[in-house]
């Protein structure tokens, strides 16, 4: 009973499960690889027949529409001396001799003909159409023995006013199947031009036959040739030939598809698509183009089952290959499971302490120096470098949430140093007044404040520092600082910016500067003095003006030259004029395409605002710059101030 108990263990081993669960993967992955082998393989040789279809179908319509443009280029040949009056109405035989060369000369061409109009030789001679034609061998002579005016050969081209193939038709000889091209000549006098008749020649269409079905595809694969409305002109049963259309026969077998494939035909459209149903027996392709010359649909059928055998002999091939090679591994799969299972299994109980966080559990020992006892001393390594890598992941982490933490407070304050109260005096009728700022990232540089230095001058400012991030907020602090200390006791903007210049130049060891625009207005009159220091010129709207850049005069950013003197100017708002300053956030955002927003943008939206309030200004501006960046990143700080004047105070 032990020694039984000890076969079922051992035939339920891990070796076992192992060399199975090998088998089972190598199956799949076989049998996946046998169907992707099949599919591929299956696609290229489509993608060959399919330029072979191609090639083989433009070189066959190449081959029809040489002929057809030599048949073109004839009957050019006989209308163009028509155009001449001159060569025929003293001398007809010009026109017996031209056309007796062009039947002689052409063997595609069975006859040639020109008709005139009514009485063009004469008030007793109505109809006048000599014409040449091949019979038995000689080329004879006769005139068109009917009234040849109400035929197609004769008004199509008329009515069209340019060569015109005919649709075929059974002609007088035996029963050929015919077609004709007709090209209309005139009469010039002048600058305009009368219809006088039309050189035509007839073709037979036997040689198209032999051109179509001497396209060979492999055992039952054919060709056809539809003419414009879709009547067979060749096909292998003769039964269909001038007899059916491709309609007529879809409508018989009770096939939409083919009745579909008819409408793309003769509309023009070239194409190769798949096609199964009994007009072509078995599962085919078909490949379809039409001529130039006349547009006449050719299509090549391509049968499936003989051009794709080749791959599925190859594929039963691989398969009786597979199989071979499936029992040899079930050998090898065996012997080699049963001595790697151990210490594999050893290894799985290693990491599966790991995994619960017990870095310091033992490894199994080396026995051997093979892939395991490698895999082993990887396994070690690994352990080591995870176990330092976490204890770093760690240690990092709680330093960038702290990072974070710290930035998000900073942001806070910065964003506690602007006023961000509407309106901020209610009392104040005189003016209406709203900005906002939105940095590119947790903290940045721009700037504005607003407040009033006494009863009756209020301080506007706008400033962007260089750079972005942490030094560019905390240098912005600064800035801001100076900027309302120095505002106390004066009402020169000029004088306040030259202050503060000085100040900033004297401690700025990391080169940083900012660009200012500082403005006063007097509440009472309208008067407005400003200041700009390397900034970018705010617009300034009147009513009944487009909007106008302020004007300015030179001024660099502050920070940069030691006892630079700043200058200010000065003008009166008039009742209704509105200020917007703004930061080069806006004008240099960016849309998808790295195309930046630009001044003129902004003018043209500020050119849509008709007295409107200042906040009702900056949403729209603020709308426009959104639509513009279309989801593209923000990439700078973005700083709108608008200021509008009501009117005097009394």
């Not at 009756?456 to 030094?471: A, E, F, I, N, Q």
Request: with cysteine; glycine share 8%; charged share 25%.
């Amino acid at each position: 009973m032990e020694r039984v108990a000890g076969k079922n263990s051992r035939r339920g081993s891990i070796e076992t499960r192992l060399a199975l669960w090998i088998l089972i993967s190598v199956s799949v992955i076989t049998a996946v690889s046998l169907w992707y082998n099949y599919t591929s393989s299956k696609e290229l040789i489509i993608k060959e027949i399919e330029q072979n279809a191609k090639e083989t179908l433009k070189a066959t319509v190449n081959r029809i529409d040489t002929i057809l443009f030599s048949v073109e280029k004839a009957t050019q040949g006989i209308s163009t001396p028509m155009e001449n009056p001159d060569f025929y109405v003293d001398h007809k035989e010009n026109i017996f001799y031209l056309l007796h060369e062009v039947v002689r000369k052409n063997w595609e061409i069975y006859g040639a003909a020109v008709a005139f109009e009514p009485f063009e030789f004469g008030k007793k001679l109505r109809f006048f159409a000599p014409y040449y034609y091949k019979s038995k061998g000689e080329i004879r002579f006769k005139f068109v023995p009917y009234n040849y005016f109400s035929w197609d050969w004769y008004m199509v081209p008329q009515l069209l006013q340019r060569p015109a193939w005919i649709e075929p038709y059974f002609g007088k000889a035996g029963g050929i199947v015919m077609t004709t091209y007709s090209v209309p000549f005139y009469k010039k006098i002048g600058e305009e031009k009368t219809f006088e008749g039309v050189a035509c020649v007839d073709v037979s269409l036997a040689w198209l036959q032999k051109i179509v079905s001497a396209v060979r595809i492999g055992k039952t694969g054919f060709g056809f040739l539809l003419s414009k409305n879709g009547t067979f002109v060749t096909h292998p049963n003769g039964a269909y030939i001038m007899k059916e259309s491709i309609f007529s026969v879809a409508k018989k077998i009770g096939s939409q598809k083919l009745s579909e494939l008819g409408l793309q035909m003769i509309r023009g459209k070239s194409g190769f698509i798949s096609f199964s149903g009994p007009f072509v027996r078995e599962p085919s392709w078909i490949a379809y183009a039409p001529l130039r010359a006349n547009g006449w649909p050719l299509a090549l059928i391509f049968p499936k089952k003989e051009l794709l055998e080749d791959v599925k002999a190859l594929n039963r091939k691989i398969l009786f290959i597979s199989l071979l090679g499936f029992f040899f591994l079930m050998l090898v799969v065996g012997l080699i499971a049963r001595g790697i299972t151990r210490p594999l299994r050893s290894l799985a109980l290693v990491a599966n302490r790991i995994a619960e966080g017990d870095w310091d559990v033992p490894l199994p020992p080396v026995r051997h120096e093979d892939e395991v006892g490698k895999l082993t001393y990887a396994f070690e390594r690994m352990k080591t470098s995870l176990k330092q890598y976490i204890q770093d992941l760690k240690e990092t982490t709680a330093a960038k949430e702290k990072i974070e933490s710290e930035l998000r407070i900073a942001r806070d304050i910065q964003m506690g140093l602007v006023p961000k109260l509407f309106p901020p005096f209610p009392e104040h009728k005189e003016f209406d007044i709203y900005a906002v700022l939105e940095p590119a990232r947790e903290v940045g540089g721009d700037f504005y404040d607003f407040y009033f230095v006494n009863d009756r001058h209020l301080c506007v400012v706008v400033g962007d520092v260089s750079g972005k991030g942490v030094p560019a907020s905390l240098f912005m602090a600064v800035t801001k600082t100076l900027i309302k200390s120095d505002v106390r006791g004066s009402i020169d903007p000029a004088e306040i910016v030259t202050r503060v210049n000085q100040d900033l130049v004297q401690d700025n060891p990391n080169m940083m500067f900012v660009t200012l625009f500082l403005g006063i207005l007097d509440v009472t009159t309208g008067r407005f003095a400003y200041c700009n220091g390397g900034h970018n010129p705010p617009f300034l709207l009147r009513k009944g003006s487009d909007p106008s850049p302020l004007p300015m005069m030179k001024g660099m950013a502050l920070g940069v030259a030691d006892g630079f003197v700043y200058v200010s100017k000065e003008i009166d708002f008039k009742t209704g004029d509105v200020l917007v300053v703004y930061t080069d956030g806006v004008t240099e955002a960016m849309n998808k395409r790295s195309e930046l927003y630009g001044e003129t943008r902004l003018g043209a939206v500020l050119n849509e605002v008709t007295d409107t309030t200042a906040k009702e200004i900056t949403r729209k501006i603020l709308k426009d710059l959104r639509n513009y960046a279309a989801g593209a990143p923000q990439s700078d700080d973005i700083t709108l101030l608008i200021l509008r004047f009501l009117g005097h105070s009394s």
